[in-house]
């Protein structure tokens, strides 16, 4: 009977969580230097679904090229960075674990930076910046892997990551300092403060499929995920090839970190914040916080997209800096509060 009542009332809440990405989605798209009324947004959305066409008007083409792409963006960009926060937190079994953290999201843009300015991975082309960034992303992933070893302090790998983030930050500022043309300076800086401006419909493919690819493979991994819950000699002993796991969640959240600073720069803190929202909303299960993190990463970003370009209007704040400002405090709420006792 319990465990009925619980398992509707976790469908409930996925599903109003649901609803209000929905409605958010909707009503992100009135709001950047120009407010479009909710009415006249209304009009365009049937417009569109009468015609099988948006209407000619600026309306109409502020709402479908450039608040829409963006708006879906932001969604699959906090659903990524979610989704990397929740396996790095049950692979490292730290709370404090993201890619920006741990000092991936700084790899992934001194990689971005260098097929930029020094024109590194040139050979793949239109891919040489996302190429540059998973080659950045995985490099740091490893390090802070290898120097944090099997210690489980949760501070010492924090400790590490903070190092590595500081090396690779301090790279990309030699390699912007020493750009010849003012204009890479300018693309360059954007890796470094995070921005979903001139997001369109063209750039939605590249990052979508590695998204649902990664929620799709931790779906798949949510028992193994489980395991590693009760510790890494607990999981070896149920017979669980617990290195190659390793190694493919390395792999894995560098890839999907490397597409999504080539695309917005670093957004630091994401991934962070929303496993412990999706756990307290759904409990420790990874079937379950792979759904609720996917949906209140998609959230946090899309409002954080909508403070970015509002509070300003008509200038935009990085989304990078936005949520650096409101997450840094909540990583230090989770420092002095959740591991207290250990200091002690």
């Given amino acids: 009977m319990h465990s009925n009542y619980s398992r509707l009332n976790v469908s409930t809440r996925f599903f109003i969580l649901l609803i209000f990405?929905?409605?958010?989605?909707?009503?992100?798209?009135?709001?950047?230097?120009?407010?479009?009324?909710?009415?006249?947004?209304?009009?365009?959305?049937?417009?569109?679904?009468?015609?099988?066409?948006?209407?000619?008007?600026?309306?109409?083409?502020?709402?479908?090229?450039?608040?829409?792409?963006?708006?879906?963006?932001?969604?699959?960009?906090?659903?990524?960075?979610?989704?990397?926060?929740?396996?790095?937190?049950t692979m490292t079994r730290n709370d404090l674990a993201d890619p920006y953290v741990l000092g991936v999201s700084s790899g992934a843009s001194t990689g971005a930076v260098t097929a930029i300015i020094l024109g590194w991975f040139s050979f793949f082309g239109t891919y040489s910046v996302s190429t540059g960034a998973f080659v950045g992303a995985a490099l740091s992933t490893i390090i802070v892997t290898?120097?944090?070893?099997?210690?489980?302090?949760?501070?010492?790998?924090?400790?590490?990551?903070?190092g590595v983030s500081a090396f690779f930050s301090a790279l990309t500022m030699i390699i912007i300092y020493g750009a010849r043309h003012e204009a890479q300076v300018r693309s360059a800086t954007f890796w470094l403060l995070?921005?979903?401006?001139?997001?369109?419909?063209?750039?939605?493919?590249?990052?979508?499929?590695p998204v649902f690819i990664i929620a799709l493979i931790i779906w798949m991994i949510r028992h193994d995920l489980d395991l590693l819950l009760l510790g890494e000699g607990e999981a070896e002993y149920l017979g669980m090839n617990l290195k190659r796991l390793q190694l493919f969640i390395v792999i894995l959240t560098s890839l999907i970190v490397a597409v999504l600073v080539a695309k917005a720069g670093i957004i630091g803190f994401v991934g962070l914040i929303t496993p412990h929202l999706a756990r307290y909303a759904a409990g420790p299960t990874h079937g379950r916080l792979t759904l609720f993190s996917s949906v209140i990463g998609a959230l946090v970003?899309?409002?954080?997209?909508?403070?970015?370009?509002t509070l300003c209007a008509p200038e935009e704040i990085p989304i990078g800096v936005l949520t650096s400002i409101v997450g840094a405090p909540i990583f230090l709420w989770i420092v002095t509060h959740r591991y207290k006792e250990n200091a002690e």
Avoid: Y
């Fill in 194 to 209: 995070g921005s979903l401006s001139g997001m369109q419909w063209n750039d939605l493919m590249s990052v979508a499929i």
């Fill in 21 to 89: 990405l929905i409605a958010s989605m909707i009503l992100s798209v009135r709001f950047g230097s120009v407010n479009i009324p909710l009415n006249e947004l209304m009009e365009e959305i049937s417009t569109f679904i009468s015609q099988g066409a948006p209407g000619h008007t600026t309306s109409s083409l502020i709402i479908w090229q450039i608040r829409i792409p963006r708006t879906i963006f932001a969604a699959l960009c906090g659903m990524g960075l979610s989704l990397c926060g929740l396996v790095l937190q």
């Fill in 146 to 162: 290898m120097c944090s070893g099997k210690s489980s302090s949760p501070i010492r790998l924090i400790l590490v990551g903070m």
């Fill in 301 to 309: 970003m899309i409002w954080a997209d909508v403070l970015s370009r």
